[in-house]
């Protein structure tokens, strides 16, 4: 089965420091994309970067970036001057192919505090 | 403003008593697709339509219902609701099938099955 895992169910940073959410990933297959959603307490699911996987450049976002490990499937996020609106459940998500709908398939998520 | 949106927000309901979430969209999407998020278990997929009128089973449909007859509507029908289907339910919509680009949720519905 093609999964996402989040080893880290949750996470503390402070105010302005740095913080790296892990995510793996198995597929089977060469090309795909892979994305981070953040999901505050609003519940609204917001799309925060996304990666190609034959780019072999890591994808940034202001503040927000990814270490992509293609042969190791993993796939990092990293928060750079963590602010208090970065607090909220991120989910790593991988699409799959025509034969699963392109289906994002979701890992459980990790959930950031951020400490003043 | 671009935006997926659903209804109802919340509700609660008793077992065995239909109901239909709809998600409407505005962005002349293609791809719909519906979403149940547990806690411990992350967003799993219920449904998707590539198109009007081409639907098909996500990871979890059982005792779920949709339909797709027009482009920017995508209703999630419950038949006979069971305690199991309390969730948070999220529709998403995308350019195409192929689901490359940003998948733009709706602000998910809370349902409690009593």
């Known amino acids: 089965a093609q999964t996402v895992t989040q080893s880290q169910p949750e996470m503390s940073v402070q105010e302005a420091e740095t913080v790296t959410l892990s995510c793996t990933y198995d597929t089977s297959e060469s090309d795909y994309y892979l994305f981070w959603y953040k999901q505050p307490p609003s519940r609204q699911m917001i799309l925060v970067i996304r990666q190609e996987a034959y780019k072999q450049q890591n994808a940034t976002e202001n503040r927000f970036s990814v270490n992509f490990q293609k042969a190791a499937k993993s796939f990092s996020l990293k928060i750079s001057d963590s602010q208090l609106g970065d607090a909220a459940m991120y989910f790593c998500a991988y699409v799959f192919g025509l034969d699963s709908g392109y289906a994002l398939n979701f890992g459980k998520g990790t959930s950031l505090l951020v400490t003043p | 403003e671009a935006q997926v949106t659903q209804n109802p927000r919340y509700l609660i309901t008793v077992t065995g008593k239909k109901l239909t979430v709809t998600c409407s969209q505005n962005?002349?999407?293609?791809?719909m697709s519906w979403y149940r998020q547990d806690p411990g278990l992350g967003l799993r997929q219920i449904y998707y339509s590539m198109n009007v009128e081409v639907t098909d089973k996500g990871d979890v449909p059982e005792g779920y219902k949709v339909s797709r007859k027009e482009k920017r509507n995508f209703p999630l029908i419950l038949e006979s609701p069971s305690p199991n289907q309390t969730s948070l339910y999220f529709c998403?919509?995308?350019?195409?099938?192929?689901?490359?680009?940003?998948?733009?949720f709706g602000e998910g519905s809370r349902l409690t099955v009593l």
């Open positions: 998403a919509s995308s350019w195409s099938g192929q689901n490359t680009g940003e998948l733009f």
């Open positions: 962005m002349n999407h293609e791809y």
